[in-house]
């Protein structure tokens, strides 16, 4: 056999794999499809929204229930206003539910339920807010406290960020209790007063009383996700739902150099400010590992088959795909937050005269760890990274660790599943990593399944300029806890 004719067999024989291994991938990628849906029962109509709801959402705007750090305490007036205005408001949620006041503010609720015996629900919201720039007020089209009632919308702090929910969960309950209606299983309420802060001497508290009462709760619903027609590449116009099943943990770090200082007219070649400075610029180079944790495992399942084909090849054949993937999602700074554990230089301190050169200078770095990377883990990297020894990487506050994924198959997230399914049409419901902090970590102990989900679409200006929610997204809202809060099942989660 000459050599040219053995390179031709060859050449075809490498034509003919490379046509099979495309339709291998090919054929993967037509039979990737999503999990199956469970039967969508009937789901009784929600009672109206009550005459009243908007008018409480903005009074509770109204009240500056200010977060602003934890050495500060908070406005009394405020806070307890918000307490009268509740007490006001909703006045058979305080006499027939056993209402405990915790850490001082924080508001929990217990409603028994018809059988005891089963596990318990937890629905968290929060009241408190953060603070409003001095900047920025001239800026808002609404002063930022004014729960001004304008274009079909509700303005101010706190209306996305939790007051809505707050309402809408409240008047849903009081709606119920008006009716004599008592769920199947104990619901615990818990609004917390300083989730802004870490909810450390709020909704903490309230998950110590219940592991220290022996209870396990089936599952805890707060706030995280929310329905996105804007967010996910190749599912414009399809309403996705992001219910968090899982939390980056938090940690912070001080980056410290110290250096003799002296008169500025009479500089040394370096700095503790120059360190600090060179180690911030050399971090922000640096980038930790990218991987699909679990909850983006399951997004990645649940989304994939919906994407247009190319997208869909790739996350069918992650055993192939997978460096592309991680590459695609760290192009932009939201996909990175998803895949990696990411820091943030936040603060500088140093220096008191313009014509001192400090001994001393610190730089406060963020860090949201990727479940698999522990506080530990990420300080010991970023130690590693720093180019000089003469700045120092230490923990200050407190951490949060990162927290498992919850199942989508559970109890909480077939329900959250079922009430999107019977009130957005064409929805599509996903398990997501929640990239920010939520209350609901503190109930981890007591329960793997935590979801993080808030009834409302492409929530605009969170913690920003011009807060503000949709008078159709707070409906939402009330429908989907008045359904929910009909849906809890009698018998054993599981």
Do not use: C
């Not at 990737?32 to 009243?52: D, K, R, S």
């Not at 007051?163 to 009716?179: D, F």
């Not at 008169?263 to 040394?268: G, L």
């Not at 399951?298 to 869909?312: C, E, I, M, Q, S």
């Amino acid at each position: 056999m000459s050599f040219r004719r053995l390179l031709h067999q060859n050449r075809l024989f490498l034509l003919f794999a490379l046509l099979a291994f495309v339709g291998f991938l090919t054929v993967r990628t037509l039979l990737f499809g999503a999990p199956p849906l469970p039967a969508q029962a009937a789901v009784p109509a929600p009672p109206p929204l009550p005459a009243a709801a908007i008018a409480h959402l903005q009074q509770a705007v109204r009240l500056r229930t200010v977060s602003v750090d934890t050495s500060t305490a908070p406005d009394t007036s405020q806070f307890l206003g918000f307490r009268r205005l509740l007490r006001r408001a909703y006045p058979l949620l305080h006499r027939r539910l056993l209402p405990t006041v915790l850490g001082g503010y924080t508001l929990r609720f217990e409603w028994k339920g018809q059988d005891t015996t089963l596990s318990p629900v937890v629905l968290l919201a929060h009241y408190d807010v953060v603070p409003v720039e001095a900047a920025t007020t001239g800026r808002w089209q609404h002063a930022p406290f004014s729960g001004d009632r304008a274009d079909g919308r509700i303005w101010g702090r706190g209306t996305i960020d939790n007051k809505g929910n707050v309402i809408a969960l409240l008047e849903a309950v009081e709606t119920a209790l008006q009716q004599n209606y008592r769920p199947a299983r104990t619901v615990f309420l818990v609004l917390g007063h300083d989730e802004e802060l870490g909810g450390w001497r709020g909704a903490r508290l309230a998950a110590q009383q219940l592991q220290q009462r022996g209870l396990r709760p089936a599952f805890v619903l707060d706030e995280g996700g929310y329905i996105t027609q804007k967010k996910i590449p190749g599912m414009a116009g399809t309403p996705v739902a992001l219910i968090g099943t899982a939390e980056k943990g938090y940690l912070t770090l001080h980056l410290t150099a110290r250096l003799p200082g002296g008169h500025s007219s009479m500089p040394e070649a370096e700095t503790a400010l120059g360190l600090v400075a060179t180690a911030v610029a050399s971090l922000q180079q640096q980038s930790f590992s990218a991987s699909l944790t679990p909850a983006m495992q399951d997004f990645a399942r649940y989304v994939g088959p919906h994407l247009p084909f190319t997208k869909r090849l790739a996350f069918a054949n992650q055993w192939l795909m997978r460096p592309l993937i991680l590459r695609a999602y760290s192009s932009t700074a939201a996909g990175a937050a998803a895949v990696r554990t990411t820091l943030a230089p936040t603060m500088f301190q140093a220096g008191i005269k313009d014509n001192v050169v400090p001994t001393t200078a610190t730089a406060t770095v963020n860090v949201r760890l990727l479940p698999g990377t522990s506080a530990a883990d990420a300080l010991a990297q970023v130690r590693a990274w720093l180019p000089d020894p003469r700045v120092s990487a230490s923990i200050v506050g407190r951490v949060s660790e990162p927290t498992a994924a919850a199942s989508p198959k559970s109890l909480g997230y077939r329900l959250v599943e079922a009430q999107l399914r019977h009130l957005v049409p064409g929805v599509l419901p996903t398990p997501f990593l929640f990239i920010a902090q939520s209350d609901g970590r503190h109930f981890q102990p007591l329960t793997p399944n935590v979801f993080r989900f808030s009834a409302t679409n492409d929530p605009q200006e969170l913690h920003g300029v011009d807060e503000s929610v949709a008078e159709t997204d707070f409906l939402l809202t009330y429908r989907f806890f008045a359904g929910f809060l009909r849906a809890l099942p009698a018998k054993p989660a599981i």
